[in-house]
């Protein structure tokens, strides 16, 4: 007999972040990591007020934002000719949603989940990859790789994109965008260009990006540069590498091909999504995290609707304890199912969305950037629904924006033309 409350396959932002929530509630929580340590490969992430307000409950958000930078804008730029396209004023979000915007290291964010768990007193293990599941009368268990059987009301699984879990719901793939991402992290002192560490910044060309942002209080510059790759569509094995890199953004800005001599180019990261599901608990395991609901990063939360789901599963836990302080647990995975696949559903999709919105090409781009241009500064319409509190009830979830109508793009674009 296992003897813990609850068992946390995989020791990623979404594993660590839970395990640290349920711990808090006097639960006894074992996470089960495959690795031989913990710890994250990548390199910058943004968090948006729906995570810092979470990180806050948790008395996180003061050692993340000095771990971090809290930039003062936003800005999204046309990567061919660099001009602006529309901007968030950072500072005025933080007040209209009450939590700060921040851009933090992953690898400084995930060893921040992972102190608290030591803290808190998770039980964490290396090496235990988990083969196989099976439910019980109220309990799940899980067998790892050396044939250890381990058993616990509640299995979360947060196992990410190729979750072993995510088959006892669905017989499903990745789904490839054919759109590759590089990274790369750069001293400060060590850039050849003027960047304003102030601003993210984001510049949407046609089948590419490029996104910059400060990271370690302004010490490191952070640059990711997403592209298509002609080899994906073209269906050939070896797609992605640095030569399809170059080509991709050969015609960008100055700004852009400066930036390229400071992306690694021995890693690169394949962008995959998978088609959203309604269904995340087969009796006492749950998904969680990428596991769920993986998304391609274009609205930047995929790390934190992981660290809302485990939000959202311990406030249901927390509310359903009986006076013995033994959870229902069947209740509190009724109630996170009932509200958290909607919601990342929407994520999901509209990061697939917003992907080809940023890029287009031609006149479509030209449509878009006029559409942008004219947006007001302070309208947090598309927003709102993202940033806001999450939501713990269906009932809560705010609506989603209206998209805009393309008819109005052309009528932009011709009332400009004929003017
Ligand atoms: P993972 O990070 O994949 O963790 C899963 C863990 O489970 C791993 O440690 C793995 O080793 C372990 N594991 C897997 N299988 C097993 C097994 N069988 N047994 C035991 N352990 C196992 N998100 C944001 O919120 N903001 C951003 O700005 C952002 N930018 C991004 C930029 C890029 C280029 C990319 C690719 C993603 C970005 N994301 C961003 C998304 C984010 O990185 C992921 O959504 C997030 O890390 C998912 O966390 P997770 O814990 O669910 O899964």
């Not at 409350?5 to 495959?34: C, H, N, P, W, Y």
């Not at 990261?269 to 769920?292: C, E, H, K, Y």
């Not at 878009?368 to 302070?378: K, Y």
């Not at 598309?382 to 989603?400: Q, S």
């Amino acid at each position: 007999m296992n003897n813990v409350d609850v068992i946390i396959v995989g020791g990623g932002i979404g594993g660590l972040s839970t395990a640290f929530a349920l711990t808090r509630l006097g639960l006894k929580v074992q996470v089960l990591e495959q690795a031989p340590e913990f710890g994250e490969v990548g390199a910058g992430l943004q968090l948006a007020p729906n995570c810092t307000r979470i990180l806050d409950d948790y008395g996180l958000l003061d050692k993340a934002k000095s771990l971090g930078v809290v930039p003062d804008r936003m800005v999204m730029r046309d990567a061919l000719d660099g001009s602006e396209l529309t901007s968030l004023d950072l500072r005025d979000l933080e007040r209209t949603y009450g939590y700060p915007y921040m851009v933090i290291h992953r690898s400084d964010l995930h060893g921040l989940f992972l102190e608290a768990c030591r803290t808190a007193g998770v039980e964490l293990l290396t090496e235990q990859r988990v083969t196989a599941y099976a439910q019980a009368e109220g309990s799940a268990t899980v067998v790892t790789e050396d044939g250890t059987t381990r058993v616990a009301p509640l299995v979360v699984a947060a196992d990410g994109l190729h979750s072993v879990a995510r088959k006892l719901l669905i017989d499903d793939e990745p789904v490839s965008s054919s759109y590759v991402a590089y990274r790369g992290t750069v001293p400060i002192p060590e850039l050849t260009r003027p960047v304003d560490l102030s601003e993210v910044v984001v510049y949407v060309g046609p089948r590419c990006h490029f996104v910059h942002y400060g990271l370690r209080g302004g010490d490191l510059l952070n640059q990711v540069a997403v592209f298509q790759s002609p080899k994906a569509l073209a269906g050939l094995e070896d797609w992605g590498t640095p030569d399809e890199l170059d080509t991709a953004f050969a015609a960008t800005c100055d700004d852009v091909r400066s930036g390229m001599s400071h992306m690694w180019r021995d890693k690169w990261w394949r962008m995959f999504d998978r088609d959203p599901i309604s269904t995340w608990v087969q009796g006492r395991i749950a998904l969680l995290g990428d596991a769920a609901h993986p998304p391609l990063q274009y609205m930047a939360q995929g790390a934190i609707m992981a660290i809302e789901d485990g939000w959202v599963l311990t406030e249901h836990v927390k509310r359903l304890r009986a006076g013995d302080g033994v959870p229902d647990w069947d209740g509190a995975l009724a109630a996170y199912e009932a509200v958290r696949p909607e919601h990342c559903r929407r994520v999901v999709l509209t990061a697939r969305a917003w992907g080809e919105l940023w890029h287009l090409d031609g006149r479509a781009r030209e449509q878009r950037n006029l559409l942008l241009r004219h947006r007001a500064i302070d309208d947090y319409s598309f927003t709102d629904w993202v940033y806001g509190p999450t939501a713990l009830f269906p009932e809560d979830e705010p609506p989603m924006f209206e998209p805009i109508p393309l008819a109005s793009a052309d009528l932009i674009v011709s009332s400009s033309q004929a003017g």
